[in-house]
Antibody
């Protein structure tokens, strides 16, 4: 079935960068946008940005501008989220999520299983 | 902080009907999508567009919208519906996306 599988948990020191991967299965990777959403412990969902895997076009939430980069490797149907200059407040579960259909860009399904990124000295 | 506002917590008795709301200016232009999230799990899309359910979502879940308020209604709530529910929509001034703060639903 259609699914997104993410890379494993990461522990990083403040100031470092992290790169999380999201591999797509059972659909044509270039047909649907990929979004990244994070969730700090006990908190709500926070949208970070999106990418069109066909064109490579991206858009980022104002809060993360300059620190976040979303990229892709089409040959292996994988999207990546890189977040730099990490601080303790970036400790969260990071999710990738596919645009569900072509009519509603903000309807996301399926979601990856999540990747816990812990920032600690 | 989010420009989409949700009540932090709502409760409902088993078998009763509950409405979860989401308020924001962008909802005057764009429909909300709704997600269910259970502890330790990724969110699941339950409603999108005017009132559409993805395959596998029970028909007790429905969506509606009026003015700046979107609503998710669960008709005949079940114990397994206990979860956090989030709305999202498109920001009125950009292609960006915003989420509501979430509503914790308790089924009594």
């Amino acid at each position: 079935q259609v699914q997104l599988v993410q890379s494993g948990a990461e522990v990083k020191k403040p100031g470092a960068s992290v790169k999380v991967s999201c591999k797509a299965f059972a659909y044509t990777f270039t047909y649907f946008d990929i979004n990244w959403v994070r969730q700090a412990p006990g908190q709500g969902l926070e949208w970070m940005g999106w990418m069109n895997p066909n064109s490579g076009n991206t858009g980022y939430a104002q809060k993360f501008q300059g620190r976040v980069t979303i990229t892709k490797n089409t040959s292996i149907s994988t999207a990546y989220l890189e977040l730099s200059s990490l601080r303790s407040e970036d400790t969260a579960v990071y999710y990738c999520a596919r645009r569900f259909n072509h009519d509603y860009p903000w309807a996301f399904d399926p979601w990856g299983q999540g990747t816990l990124v812990t920032v600690s000295s | 902080s989010s420009d989409l506002t949700q009540d932090p917590a709502v409760s409902v008795a088993v078998g009763q009907t509950v409405r979860i709301t989401c308020q924001g200016d962008s909802l005057r232009t764009y429909y909300a999508s709704w997600y269910q999230q259970k502890p330790g799990q990724a969110p699941v899309l339950v409603i999108y567009g005017k009132n559409n359910r993805p395959s596998g979502i029970p028909d007790r879940f429905s969506g509606s919208s009026s003015g700046n308020t979107a609503s998710l209604t669960i008709t005949g709530a079940q114990a397994e519906d206990e979860a956090d529910y989030y709305c999202n929509s498109r920001d009125s001034s950009s292609y960006h996306v915003e989420f509501g703060g979430g509503t914790k639903l308790t089924v009594l």
